[in-house]
Structure formats: structure tokens, C-alpha cells
């Protein structure tokens, strides 16, 4: 038998009615949560079937459900998504790294910060969207032109933000490595990197939703496959189930990248601990 006694044993009795109590709220929220989209996917139902909502407008959860069996049974739903899912990923990789880079290079040299302060602020100021057509004729229609509308979307908030927090360092510290001979390559890579990780993760997860809406816009313009193509050619064509269903994916799509990068936060935050 092994000697190692559980943690749970050592808590008081306090500690673990806290636990309990807090376990049960958490399982409370989660099945709220459950219910309430639940209840709205039976009233949508239900509304559709009584002939309370124009079905031509609203589709309905039966009908986009046998809509998804059907590109199921035909595999052209893993195309689409598949698609989707690479430019995205490629696109909010590239554009979380060049980003980070950037905003390095910024922090390392104060002069190039000021000179490029006021182009950033331009950037950033500017809708994105709108610049996507122009993107796509220089970068080219195809993959290419959708990454690099991703990449655009999301590089300039992970400049501003991942400078700032650099810039948000304790001064002090700073200098007191200095004092005690610490390069500034050794002051990134000991100080200002680890200190900055919360803020990096925090726009990882904008980058998540920035690098979709990318990828959704040059796919509007421009793609012959993916999920914002089937949302445009099922808009196109009045046919509602397939936007619906399409909606439906990308939401579950987003939620998934979200919960994988706050699974990264929760683990790296009890390392850190």
C-alpha cells in the first residue's frame, strides 16, 4: 500500500464544507446554463412546428439537425470545417507571434516605440474589415489572401497590448537588475516575459475571436469552401437551415479554441503557484 496520504485528508472540516459548497455552485451554473439553452431550443422548436415563427426566416433545430446529418453522411462538412479551422489556426498563430516579436522589439528600442506610436494608433483605430478586399487583390484571392486578412485583424491589438504591459513593469525591479549586472536580454527573458504572461494569454483569447472574423470576412470575398462560404452561399440562395447550421458550427468552433487556451491559463497558473 502506498504511504502517500491524500491533500483532501489534511483540509479542515471548514476547508472542505468550502469545497463542497463551492463544487455544488459551480455543478449549479454549469446545469443552469444546460437548462436555458435547452429551454431555448425547445421553444424555438416548438414555435416553428406551431407555425409561430415564419420558418423561411427562422429555419428550425430539427431541420438544421437533418441538415448536418445530411453533410455528415457526405463528408463534405469536415472540407468545410477543415478549411476553416487550418486558416484560422494559422493565421492567429502567425499573427500571436509576429505580434509578440514586434512588441519586443518596441520594448528593446524606445526610439522605434515613439516613431511607430502614431501608426499603431492609426492601425488600430481602423476598421480591418474594410481593408480585406484591398488585402485580398495584393496578397491574392485564395488561402493566402484569408490568412493574411486573419493575421491583419489580429496583430495590431497584440502589439498594443503586449506592449503595453511591458511597458507596465515595475520600474524598480528593472533597475535593480540592472544594479546587479543583468543584460536586457536577461531582464526580457527573467522579468518582463513571466510578468507578462497574463496579459499574453489575455489576447491570445482575443485573438481567437479576431483571427475568426478574419478568416470569415476573406472567405465572404473571395474562398469556394469553408464555413463563411456556406454562410454566404446560404444566404444567397434563401436557404436559412444552411446559414443556421453554419452559425452553429463556427459558435461551437470558438468556444472549443477559447476553452483549450483557458485550460493553458488554469494549468500554467497553478505551475506558477
Not at 481602423?126 to 484569408?146: E, H
Not at 510578468?195 to 483571427?211: D, E, M, R
Request: aromatic letters at 10%; one cysteine or more; charged letters at 15%.
Amino acid at each position: 500500500m502506498s504511504n502517500k496520504s491524500s491533500p483532501l485528508k489534511n483540509i479542515s472540516k471548514d476547508q472542505e464544507k468550502f469545497l463542497k459548497k463551492y463544487k455544488a455552485r459551480k455543478r449549479n451554473i454549469f446545469i443552469t446554463q444546460l437548462l436555458i439553452l435547452l429551454a431555448f431550443i425547445l421553444i424555438w422548436e416548438a414555435s416553428a412546428r406551431l407555425n409561430l415563427i415564419d420558418t423561411f426566416l427562422t429555419s428550425s433545430p430539427s431541420a438544421i439537425y437533418k441538415l448536418f446529418i445530411d453533410f455528415l453522411k457526405d463528408g463534405s462538412i469536415f472540407k468545410h470545417v477543415g478549411i476553416s479551422v487550418m486558416e484560422t489556426v494559422v493565421g492567429f498563430v502567425v499573427g500571436t507571434i509576429l505580434g509578440l516579436i514586434i512588441a519586443i522589439i518596441l520594448w528593446w528600442s524606445d526610439f522605434l516605440a515613439k516613431v511607430l506610436d502614431p501608426y499603431l494608433v492609426i492601425l488600430n483605430s481602423l476598421p480591418k474589415t474594410a481593408l480585406a478586399p484591398i488585402i485580398i487583390i495584393w496578397v491574392g484571392a485564395g488561402y493566402s489572401g484569408i490568412i493574411v486578412t486573419a493575421i491583419t485583424l489580429s496583430i495590431v491589438i497584440t502589439i498594443m497590448n503586449i506592449y503595453t504591459s511591458f511597458k507596465e513593469i515595475n520600474e524598480e525591479s528593472i533597475k535593480m537588475l540592472e544594479t546587479f549586472g543583468a543584460t536586457k536580454f536577461q531582464i526580457l527573458r527573467k522579468l518582463v516575459l513571466p510578468a507578462s504572461v497574463p496579459s499574453i494569454i489575455s489576447t491570445i483569447k482575443v485573438n481567437i475571436g479576431l483571427s475568426w472574423v478574419g478568416v470569415i470576412v476573406g472567405e465572404f470575398l473571395v474562398s469556394r469552401a469553408g464555413i463563411g462560404y456556406l454562410i454566404v452561399y446560404g444566404g444567397q440562395v434563401f436557404k436559412l437551415d444552411l446559414v443556421m447550421m453554419s452559425v452553429i458550427i463556427l459558435a461551437v468552433l470558438t468556444a472549443l479554441m477559447y476553452k483549450c487556451i483557458s485550460i493553458v491559463e488554469n494549468k500554467f497558473m497553478k505551475w506558477r503557484q
